[in-house]
């Protein structure tokens, strides 16, 4: 099989799968096969990170708009452990969700899901990107609000207005990128370029930024994050925060002009992302529950690849696009696997955690760059795009923020074991845990030359593993201060931002309250006949006004 | 003008116009005269006739490239009656046809004359004015004489008036006569204009009339005001906001099939002969300032019927105020087709796309509410009422009726692929281009207060809580079908390359060029 027959199966299957729906005996039973609809992708991503052939491409109409999909090195690692995580979360969905009250229509989102998700990781044009990052946005409203209950309800409507809201910007900006463009081509690569020299740059960067921030988390459009993971199935949770993210950091990938070396908004988006960094941690160390924990960890994650990215962008240097790949690529499969634990977690139960813990520890801790682990190498690949100034300071801070949090995290995790006196997890919950994990250990290590990773004397040396310790270590520390002393920190509502809007809704009754006389009134005869000769008085004014 | 003249020689397919004029007025006479029973059958059997031949129309004018043109009877105006149809016609005659047929698909259960009598009012009066309307708007297509266009447009009006009270309840009753009055109010502006045109220029056929507007200049104030005239009272019968006062109460009584042809055509008549007015007719005199005008009544339709929209507890009522706001997207197209700061007038040249986006609106746009309120009438008849507060768990029960309301839905709401979206992203692009952000932010604020309503309705529509419906009566899966085939319209035409919507632009620049220096 081709590449490009390969790149077209792997949005072609979960298409497919969605088709199949439409007849009753395959709905039913899609829960369990959910597993199977990201295998071509994974196929595809493997294939092309192993260097065969010159990367996937597939063209509806090569001339013109070039509209189609392709596949490129960090749109294919991307690709790979994003299909990694919805295989393994599709098989502990079926384990979870099995015997309780709408599994198919689970199902179905999660294959509309699953479908923009890996589409955004591919599509090589404007129109392909906005349909499947569109898709993934919109159809993940029904994996958080699936439980039904008030609480989930809310976090729905939350997260679809933020999604909507995103859509807007990036519509706009694509516009924007679309006209200022001198051809025909619709080419991601194409607009791109030519963003540098349009009339509209500062308005389209911010715009993708603003779009694309909000997908990553970034504050202050991070709001969405810890209301919805909560809220969603467990399996859900970890592919939003594992895969659903990173459609906003692919979006940053392939939507910033690298090349142009553009100083102010590099150093706008540097500041964002530090922001957010310390920020999401700040507020996560105040929450109760575990999965809240990890939707703020996650924001705080992407808030430092966006700093990567920010610093990239001042300078021109696209080697912080490869470094934040991989920092991202790290951060889905551990996330992911968190997820998940915190799942396996629930159904154990207190005296057989340690099973579950130790290795959910040593992955929590990769966050901080234990050395050793997966985010130890994702921690070096930065290093040397953070350097060694103010901003290499501040991650190294930041890496004591992460472990702080993720022993939070650990600490809150341990402390909601299963009620019963005997309990285990079911195995179809526990292997896929533990393919994630190991995956989030071993792959690093794997991609690692992907991460342009020096040579593994540099990386093992005694320097490197002491610079990667010394922050856990005090992480440490500070998490024994945050486990004596935490009850004094205010009590921050999940969503933190979000309280601020808690009267929108008021207002905006009041305003439709006034609009909707206005409508009694302007539809009353004489208000409506005399508007109408207004109206021809009006144009009639118009026209002459003009002419002469 | 010869050339014209020169041009209808050059054509074939002429006599194609009278058909696709007759074929309605001749079903409507059969239908009257065997009446009972075999008026459904009529227009039945008419209404595919009726898209073969549109469909032909179509074909002829791509193939040629150019306008088709028929003289009746060979008499050329100002003696005789002309008819012509550009690509625009073309695409408006073809998507009436669709809806049309659709809509005659989906009525035959709400209007079938009961067993055991020979006739009955309702069904027979639904079907002979399903297809008077059909006979107004092609004639308002294919017209090419203000005067032959007043006389279609109040056989529209006429035919779609009655549509709205078939129920004979005494609300229904008074809606459709709130349509009525408004409606002539409208057309008395609209012959007042007329009048005005004759007055000053001596004719009412349009490619003179605009000859002789082009060459003698200054422009008669006179006509100035009959423009404005005209376009007033068109603007009253396609209810754009803040002229709407008949538009709500007629939809909320009205069959289901009524509303669709109501909203997805009839108001389109009046806007298309805003369009013959302000670029076929007057194309030099039209200008930014009053182009502004009706956009920014666009505008405020947009975001009013929007937000009005929300507060509906009807379902039904809340499609009505969403076509109250899609309609305002029509009107944007007026700015937008030219850049104020480099031509001093309304050129189409300039920005071809806002053209298409907006005939492409038009059109998704048709197909879209056609769908939903015929959607709409299944989810009512199924229910017995359809209040908002009761739709929980109807997807549950009606997955296909849900699921062609949420594919009309994304065009509405102008998410890919879908037709809507084409035609926002084209718009969007011109009003870029055009240097009118101020346009751009309507059309976004538009965009997400669509999804605001729709998410009203679709999200209880999924939920699965609460106890299950009971529905009082089944739902034909032949008509779920037809709404959801409608439905899937307004979707593939987002699937089509921008590059083929080719059809809109035929005729357009040749048109407005005429007389032009």
Redesign the interface.
């Known amino acids: 099989m081709t590449q490009s027959s390969l790149l077209m199966a792997a949005l072609g299957t979960p298409v497919l799968a969605l088709l199949a729906c439409l007849w009753r005996p395959v709905r039913e039973r899609m829960l369990g096969l959910l597993v199977l609809a990201p295998l071509p992708a994974l196929a595809a991503a493997v294939i092309a990170l192993a260097g065969v052939g010159e990367g996937g491409r597939w063209m509806l109409?090569p001339g013109?708009?070039q509209i189609g999909l392709v596949l490129d090195r960090p749109g294919a690692l991307l690709l790979g452990v994003a299909a990694l995580l919805w295989g393994a979360a599709g098989a502990y969905a079926w384990t979870y969700l099995r015997g309780k009250?709408?599994g198919r229509?689970f199902a179905v989102f999660w294959l509309l899901t699953l479908t923009g998700s890996l589409g955004v990781f591919v599509a090589a044009d404007l129109?392909s990107f906005?349909?499947t990052f569109?898709l993934v946005s919109?159809a993940a409203w029904?994996l958080v609000?699936h439980d039904?209950t008030v609480r989930a309800?809310r976090a729905?409507?939350v997260y679809?207005l933020l999604a909507?809201?995103g859509?807007?910007f990036l519509?706009?900006a694509f516009?924007?990128l679309?006209?200022a463009s001198p051809g025909d081509s619709l080419a991601i690569g194409a607009v791109v370029a030519a963003l540098p020299g349009s009339p509209?740059c500062g308005p389209t960067l911010g715009l993708l930024i603003a779009g694309f921030g909000l997908k990553a988390g970034l504050v202050p459009l991070h709001v969405w994050l810890p209301i919805a993971h909560p809220a969603a199935p467990m399996p859900a949770s970890a592919v939003l925060s594992g895969v659903i993210v990173k459609a906003g950091i692919i979006g940053l990938i392939r939507f910033l002009p690298w090349d142009a070396g553009l100083v102010d908004w590099g150093q706008a988006l540097t500041a964002i992302g530090l922001c957010t960094a310390f920020y999401a941690v700040a507020i996560g160390i105040t929450q109760a529950n575990p999965k809240t924990v990890l939707a703020y960890s996650t924001a705080s994650q992407m808030g430092l690849v966006a700093t990567v990215f920010g610093l990239g962008l001042a300078v021109g240097d696209g080697a912080a696009v490869t470094a934040g790949t991989f920092y991202a690529a790290h951060h889905l499969l551990a996330k992911g696997a968190l997820f998940l634990a915190v799942g396996v977690v629930a159904a154990t139960d207190a005296r057989r955690l340690w099973p579950v813990l130790a290795p959910a520890g040593l992955l929590a801790l990769g966050f901080g760059g234990l050395p050793l682990t997966g985010g130890f190498l994702a921690k070096l690949a930065v290093k040397p795009v953070l350097g060694v100034g103010l901003v290499g300071w501040l991650g190294t801070l930041s890496a004591i923020g992460s472990t702080l949090l993720m022993v939070h995290f650990l600490h809150r995790v341990a402390a909601n074991p299963a009620p019963e006196a005997v309990a285990s997890a079911a195995p179809g919950l526990v292997w896929p845990w533990w393919v994630m994990c190991l995956a989030a250990l071993v792959l690093p290590w794997v991609l690692a030359p992907l991460g342009r990773l020096g040579p593994w004397s540099d990386t093992l040396g005694w320097a490197a593993l002491w610079g990667g310790l010394w922050p856990v270590l005090i992480g440490a520390v500070l998490a024994l201060g945050l486990r004596r002393w935490g009850e004094r920190l205010p009590k921050v509502p999940e969503g933190d931002l979000v309280v601020l809007f808690s009267n929108a809704g008021r207002v905006a009754a009041a305003?439709?309250d006034a609009?909707?006389r206005?409508?009694g009134w302007?539809?009353?005869?004489p208000v409506?006949?005399v508007?109408?000769?207004v109206?021809?008085?009006?144009?009639?004014g118009?026209?002459?006004?003009?002419?002469r | 003008m010869d050339s014209l003249a020169t041009l209808a020689s050059a054509t074939w397919g002429g006599p194609l116009l009278v058909l696709a004029l007759m074929l309605p007025v001749a079903a409507l006479m059969l239908a009257f005269v065997l009446g009972g029973r075999h008026a459904e059958r009529v227009v039945l059997a008419t209404l595919p006739i009726g898209l073969g031949v549109a469909v032909a129309i179509a074909a002829a004018i791509i193939h040629q490239g150019a306008a088709l043109h028929y003289d009746l009877g060979g008499w050329a105006p100002p003696l005789g009656v002309s008819l012509h149809a550009d690509g625009l016609s073309a695409t408006l005659l073809l998507t009436t046809a669709v809806v049309l047929c659709a809509v005659g698909l989906y009525a035959r259960a709400d209007f079938r004359v009961p067993p055991g009598v020979s006739e009955a009012r309702a069904p027979l009066a639904f079907w002979t004015l399903l297809l008077a309307v059909w006979a107004g708007l092609n004639a308002v297509f294919l017209g090419q004489d203000l005067f032959n266009l007043y006389v279609a447009l109040e056989l529209l009006t006429f035919a779609a008036v009655p549509l709205v009270c078939l129920s004979g309840s005494p609300q229904t009753i008074a809606a459709a006569l709130r349509y009525l009055l408004f409606a002539l109010m409208g057309s008395v502006l609209y012959l007042l204009g007329g009048a005005l045109f004759y007055g000053a220029y001596g004719t009412l056929d349009i490619p003179m009339l605009s000859a002789r507007l082009a060459s003698g200049d200054p422009i008669a104030p006179a006509a100035l005001a009959a423009a404005a005239l005209m376009t007033a009272g068109l603007l009253a019968k396609t209810a754009l906001f803040p002229l709407h006062l008949w538009l709500p109460p007629a939809h909320a009584g009205a069959p289901a099939a009524g509303s669709a042809v109501l909203s997805a055509l009839v108001v389109k008549a009046s806007f298309f002969l805003i369009l013959r007015l302000w670029f076929d007719v007057m194309p030099a005199s039209l200008t930014h300032l009053a182009a502004q005008v009706l956009a920014a009544l666009g505008a405020a339709a947009i975001l009013f019927g929007g937000v009005l929209a929300l507060r509906q507890a009807r379902l039904k009522m809340l499609i009505a105020y969403s076509t109250l706001a899609q309609i305002g997207y029509l009107f944007l197209v007026f700015p937008l087709v030219a850049n104020p700061a480099a031509a001093p007038i309304l050129d189409l040249g300039q920005t071809p796309g806002a053209w298409t986006g907006g005939v492409l609106q038009l059109v998704s746009h048709a197909f879209a509410k056609a769908a939903m309120f015929m959607a709409a009438g299944l989810i009512a008849g199924a229910l017995g009422h359809d209040q908002l507060r009761g739709l929980g768990g109807i997807g549950r029960v009606l997955p296909m009726t849900v699921f062609a309301f949420a594919l009309a839905g994304l065009s509405l709401m102008g998410l890919p692929p879908s037709g809507g979206f084409a035609s926002k992203w084209l718009l969007l692009s011109a009003s870029i281009e055009t240097g009118q952000w101020w346009w751009t932010l309507v059309m976004l604020a538009g965009g997400l207060l669509t999804g605001a309503y729709l998410f009203r309705v679709l999200a209880p529509a999924l939920s699965t809580r609460g106890p299950p419906l009971t529905l009082v009566k089944p739902v034909e899966r032949s008509r779920e079908l037809v709404v959801l085939g409608l439905a899937l319209c307004s979707v593939v035409l987002g699937l089509v390359p921008f590059s083929s919507f080719g059809l809109v632009q035929i005729g357009r620049l040749g048109a407005t060029g005429i007389g032009l220096p």
Do not use: I, K, S
């Open positions: 109409d013109l708009l009250p709408n229509r129109l906005y349909l569109a919109l029904g609000a039904g309800r729905g409507v679809l909507v809201l859509e807007v519509l706009l516009v924007l679309a006209v509209w305003l439709g609009l909707e206005a409508d302007l539809r009353r005869w409506a006949g508007l109408l000769l109206l021809a008085l009006v144009l009639w118009a026209m002459l006004a003009g002419t």
